[in-house]
């Protein structure tokens, strides 16, 4: 081999073995980069999960906490266990339960269980104890001696979750537990799972104290993971209220702890899913140097070839020089080819850091920024603490019905537009990212101006950008603006307010830049939505109750508080009334009560003709309730009746009645004065002078034994009470005869 044959060949390997440390030193930058940017969007993310399942646990806690507060329920548990199985005050808890279960979301059953008298009563009686496996979830809990404990169960292949709550919950006495059956959309909502981003976000999961899984089955791959980490002692000693990243078996594991529940939640994302971009790369670039190694190596082999067989003639008659110039040349080309892709990998990288910065901000927007390396050292976004700015949101109007019109791709480019439109106007004085079903979200700030200056030009702008959709897109778009502000700390509050002002675009009126003052005025002249729902369980509670002069009162309010200039805008709002109450009313009459067609409402023309036509509603709905009480009453006043007169030779009282019969003692004693304009004691003792009537013609019985068998003192009292009620003694009765 010559000289400049080993010269070339040794080129090629230094550039080789230099291009694969340049290329190692690239993507280990670049991993951490990406990582560390990952794991800070993860963990904000599960730090709002785990603040949203404490909320929601929070809400069941606190439905438990009003449940054992209405009479109903206390009634109930100071019962004893054979009198539970009273009809009416077990028609009265279902009513309860299914009114608990409708305030809740996420929840698909609730269940009153006593655990003494092996009794349940449920909001959907229809599911069934043997379908969801209650009875082995009581026993699991009552073994846990907890007060509350939230259990997955499996069923023929399907997860269960049960949240159940020991009551009551401040006063001693026999437990009751309080069921709460929560569909799996709970796991899939709060923890952003879909599967339109489970490949970019990885897999979810949540462990309890034990290591095991909570909502297992729900997401693939779940079982798997968490069996592997359950075992890690260092993810499940996690303290509580902390949060920690680890590199686990070529996965990244964000974790984060629960002090209320107990759980860790976490993210598992394999290296090889954030990664795979420059590890592609990389492997080419390694691809590409064991070539140049090999081509290398073959040339070695082939020279000293050559140079062992003597075809030295051959070497002679290449000119050295010539030869020198083409090992330069190739080396050199080599080298250019792999530098080109170093190039490309660093442009890639620049291409997803982009994305990743889209996807911290939305959630700077979500949480609120944290710390200034939030957004001044990772972002470089324009904000400072001494600067005035607002959140705004823009969003296509009528978005559902442009689905019918435009293709999906129609619609990514007409969102793509608006962004940059957006963010050609803000320059350097803010920023906007893309959020779902067309709309985007931004913040305008300036710095070094006073209010009044900050106004005019966030006014500009934002007019700018309203005028230039409305004149060259062919949709238009409602912007949303909330106040102006102070600092950062309250970015998150700021873009809460810009979107609430986008949900009530349609009462403020669509392709308009809306502003949240504009609002808070709106507020003040109609009729709001917690306004509206307070008067809605007024009107409901007056029908109820069969109180035709609250139910015109209620109506009046809603007439004074929505003026008529108004009723357009809270028409939808009294639509929800109307349905609310026909839903309410409906479950407690005995026949089938059907809504009116939505139709029929929307052709109410004006807010006067609402409110007779409600009140119409309202007078039919009371009188079909107090035809169903009376009957109820009659029939409850008849059963007492016959049940006494079969044992009125028993030293029967009311209570002696009803429990047997199944019926609460206040509603026989308002069914007896109702029906017969009596009490219990009368009618008691009506029926007793009528059989010692009979006694007294029919037999030879004394008046001794009479007055003992119907349960008197002593014969002088039973006679003084039937002269009182005959107006004759028992003696001279029975010798006078019938006539």
Same mark, same amino acid.
């Given at each position: 081999m010559s000289k400049k044959m080993q010269i070339a060949i040794a080129n090629i390997l230094v550039t080789s073995l230099s291009i694969v440390l340049i290329g190692l030193v690239i993507f280990s930058q670049?991993?951490?980069?990406?990582?560390s940017q990952i794991e800070s969007a993860h963990l904000s993310t599960l730090k709002g999960t785990r603040d949203h399942f404490e909320n929601y646990f929070t809400k069941l806690n606190q439905s438990a906490v009003q449940m054992e507060?209405?009479?109903?329920?206390?009634?109930?548990?100071?019962?004893?266990?054979?009198?539970?199985?009273?009809?009416?005050?077990?028609l009265a808890l279902v009513q309860l339960l299914i009114r608990v279960q409708a305030s809740l979301d996420y929840v698909d059953n609730v269940v009153l269980y006593d655990p003494l008298a092996k009794n349940q009563i449920s909001s959907q009686p229809a599911l069934g104890d043997y379908n969801m496996g209650y009875a082995s979830l009581f026993d699991e809990f009552a073994a846990m001696n907890t007060d509350y404990a939230f259990l997955t169960k499996d069923s023929n292949g399907a997860s269960t979750y049960v949240y159940i709550r020991k009551l009551p919950i401040f006063v001693s006495g026999p437990s009751t537990y309080l069921l709460f059956h929560v569909n799996s959309k709970l796991f899939y909502d709060y923890l952003g799972i879909t599967d339109d981003n489970a490949s970019q976000l990885g897999t979810a999961f949540i462990m309890d104290k034990k290591g095991l899984p909570i909502g297992k089955g729900t997401f693939t791959g779940i079982e798997e993971i968490t069996r592997n980490l359950a075992h890690d002692e260092q993810i499940t000693a996690l303290p509580a209220e902390q949060s920690e990243s680890y590199n686990k078996n070529g996965m990244l594991v964000t974790c984060v702890s629960s002090s209320m529940t107990g759980w860790i939640f976490g993210l598992a994302v394999p290296d090889k899913l954030f990664l795979s971009k420059i590890i592609a790369f990389r492997n080419l670039?390694?691809?590409?140097?064991?070539?140049?190694?090999?081509?290398?190596?073959l040339a070695a082999v082939a020279s000293n070839h050559v140079f062992f067989r003597g075809w030295n003639k051959i070497i002679r008659l290449i000119d050295e020089n010539a030869g020198a110039k083409s090992a330069t040349k190739q080396s050199k080309d080599e080298f250019e080819k792999i530098y080109s892709h170093v190039?490309?990998?660093?442009?890639?990288?620049?291409?997803?850091?982009?994305?990743?910065?889209?996807?911290?901000?939305?959630?700077?927007?979500?949480?609120?920024?944290?710390?200034?390396?939030?957004?001044?050292?990772?972002?470089g976004l324009p904000l400072q603490e001494d600067a005035t700015y607002c959140c705004f949101a823009v969003e296509m109007d009528y978005y559902n019905q442009l689905k019918e019109s435009y293709s999906e791709w129609d619609l990514f480019y007409f969102g793509y537009g608006i962004a940059c439109v957006v963010r050609e106007v803000l320059a350097d004085n803010g920023f906007a990212v893309k959020l779902s079903d067309g709309k985007l979200a931004g913040v305008l700030c300036v710095t070094d101006q006073s209010e009044t200056a900050f106004r005019e030009q966030m006014n500009q702008k934002l007019q700018t950008i309203h005028h230039f959709i409305s004149d060259n897109f062919p949709i238009t778009v409602s912007i949303g603006v909330s106040q102006p502000r102070q600092g950062t700390r309250q970015l998150h509050l700021a873009s809460s307010e810009a979107l609430e002002v986008l949900k009530q675009r349609f009462s403020l009126g669509t392709n308009k830049v809306l502003y949240y003052e504009e609002l808070s005025a709106v507020k003040e002249v109609s009729l709001s939505f917690d306004e509206s729902r307070t008067i809605e369980q007024d009107l409901i509670h007056s029908i109820r109750s069969r109180n035709r002069e609250e139910a015109r009162y209620a109506l009046n309010r809603l007439r004074a508080t929505a003026p008529e200039r108004d009723y357009r805008k809270l028409q939808h /709002?009294?639509?929800?009334?109307?349905? $609310?109450?026909? !839903?309410?009313?409906?479950?407690?009459?005995?026949? &089938?009560?059907?809504?009116?067609?939505?139709?029929?409402?929307?052709?109410?023309?004006?807010?006067?003709?609402?409110?007779q036509w409600l009140d119409q509603q309202a007078e039919t709905l009371i009188s079909m309730l107090q035809e169903e009480y009376q009957d109820q009453m009659e029939q409850v006043a008849h059963t007492i009746k016959t049940y006494l007169v079969e044992h009125v030779q028993?030293?029967?009282?009311?209570?002696?009645?009803?429990?047997?019969?199944g019926i609460p003692v206040s509603v026989a004693k308002q069914a007896l004065k109702e029906v017969y304009e009596t009490t219990f004691t009368e009618l008691l003792l009506v029926e007793r002078i009528e059989i010692s009537k009979q006694w007294l013609l029919e037999t030879d019985i004394g008046i001794d034994e009479i007055a003992k068998k /119907?349960?008197?003192?002593?014969?002088? $009292?039973?006679? !003084?009470?039937?002269?009182?009620?005959?107006?004759? &003694?028992?003696?001279?009765?029975?010798k006078l005869g019938p006539g």
């Amino acid at each position: 081999m010559s000289k400049k044959m080993q010269i070339a060949i040794a080129n090629i390997l230094v550039t080789s073995l230099s291009i694969v440390l340049i290329g190692l030193v690239i993507f280990s930058q670049a991993s951490d980069i990406i990582r560390s940017q990952i794991e800070s969007a993860h963990l904000s993310t599960l730090k709002g999960t785990r603040d949203h399942f404490e909320n929601y646990f929070t809400k069941l806690n606190q439905s438990a906490v009003q449940m054992e507060k209405i009479p109903d329920f206390e009634k109930w548990l100071n019962q004893p266990g054979d009198l539970k199985t009273n009809q009416l005050d077990m028609l009265a808890l279902v009513q309860l339960l299914i009114r608990v279960q409708a305030s809740l979301d996420y929840v698909d059953n609730v269940v009153l269980y006593d655990p003494l008298a092996k009794n349940q009563i449920s909001s959907q009686p229809a599911l069934g104890d043997y379908n969801m496996g209650y009875a082995s979830l009581f026993d699991e809990f009552a073994a846990m001696n907890t007060d509350y404990a939230f259990l997955t169960k499996d069923s023929n292949g399907a997860s269960t979750y049960v949240y159940i709550r020991k009551l009551p919950i401040f006063v001693s006495g026999p437990s009751t537990y309080l069921l709460f059956h929560v569909n799996s959309k709970l796991f899939y909502d709060y923890l952003g799972i879909t599967d339109d981003n489970a490949s970019q976000l990885g897999t979810a999961f949540i462990m309890d104290k034990k290591g095991l899984p909570i909502g297992k089955g729900t997401f693939t791959g779940i079982e798997e993971i968490t069996r592997n980490l359950a075992h890690d002692e260092q993810i499940t000693a996690l303290p509580a209220e902390q949060s920690e990243s680890y590199n686990k078996n070529g996965m990244l594991v964000t974790c984060v702890s629960s002090s209320m529940t107990g759980w860790i939640f976490g993210l598992a994302v394999p290296d090889k899913l954030f990664l795979s971009k420059i590890i592609a790369f990389r492997n080419l670039t390694l691809l590409i140097v064991a070539a140049a190694v090999i081509l290398a190596v073959l040339a070695a082999v082939a020279s000293n070839h050559v140079f062992f067989r003597g075809w030295n003639k051959i070497i002679r008659l290449i000119d050295e020089n010539a030869g020198a110039k083409s090992a330069t040349k190739q080396s050199k080309d080599e080298f250019e080819k792999i530098y080109s892709h170093v190039f490309q990998l660093k442009s890639r990288l620049k291409e997803m850091m982009p994305e990743a910065k889209e996807a911290y901000i939305r959630k700077l927007l979500e949480t609120g920024i944290i710390s200034k390396e939030d957004w001044v050292e990772h972002l470089g976004l324009p904000l400072q603490e001494d600067a005035t700015y607002c959140c705004f949101a823009v969003e296509m109007d009528y978005y559902n019905q442009l689905k019918e019109s435009y293709s999906e791709w129609d619609l990514f480019y007409f969102g793509y537009g608006i962004a940059c439109v957006v963010r050609e106007v803000l320059a350097d004085n803010g920023f906007a990212v893309k959020l779902s079903d067309g709309k985007l979200a931004g913040v305008l700030c300036v710095t070094d101006q006073s209010e009044t200056a900050f106004r005019e030009q966030m006014n500009q702008k934002l007019q700018t950008i309203h005028h230039f959709i409305s004149d060259n897109f062919p949709i238009t778009v409602s912007i949303g603006v909330s106040q102006p502000r102070q600092g950062t700390r309250q970015l998150h509050l700021a873009s809460s307010e810009a979107l609430e002002v986008l949900k009530q675009r349609f009462s403020l009126g669509t392709n308009k830049v809306l502003y949240y003052e504009e609002l808070s005025a709106v507020k003040e002249v109609s009729l709001s939505f917690d306004e509206s729902r307070t008067i809605e369980q007024d009107l409901i509670h007056s029908i109820r109750s069969r109180n035709r002069e609250e139910a015109r009162y209620a109506l009046n309010r809603l007439r004074a508080t929505a003026p008529e200039r108004d009723y357009r805008k809270l028409q939808h /709002l009294l639509v929800d009334l109307t349905l $609310s109450v026909y !839903r309410e009313i409906g479950a407690e009459l005995n026949r &089938p009560l059907e809504a009116p067609a939505l139709n029929r409402l929307l052709g109410l023309s004006t807010l006067e003709e609402w409110l007779q036509w409600l009140d119409q509603q309202a007078e039919t709905l009371i009188s079909m309730l107090q035809e169903e009480y009376q009957d109820q009453m009659e029939q409850v006043a008849h059963t007492i009746k016959t049940y006494l007169v079969e044992h009125v030779q028993e030293d029967i009282r009311l209570e002696d009645c009803c429990k047997p019969l199944g019926i609460p003692v206040s509603v026989a004693k308002q069914a007896l004065k109702e029906v017969y304009e009596t009490t219990f004691t009368e009618l008691l003792l009506v029926e007793r002078i009528e059989i010692s009537k009979q006694w007294l013609l029919e037999t030879d019985i004394g008046i001794d034994e009479i007055a003992k068998k /119907l349960y008197y003192s002593n014969a002088q $009292s039973f006679t !003084r009470t039937f002269k009182k009620m005959t107006g004759l &003694p028992p003696g001279q009765f029975r010798k006078l005869g019938p006539g």
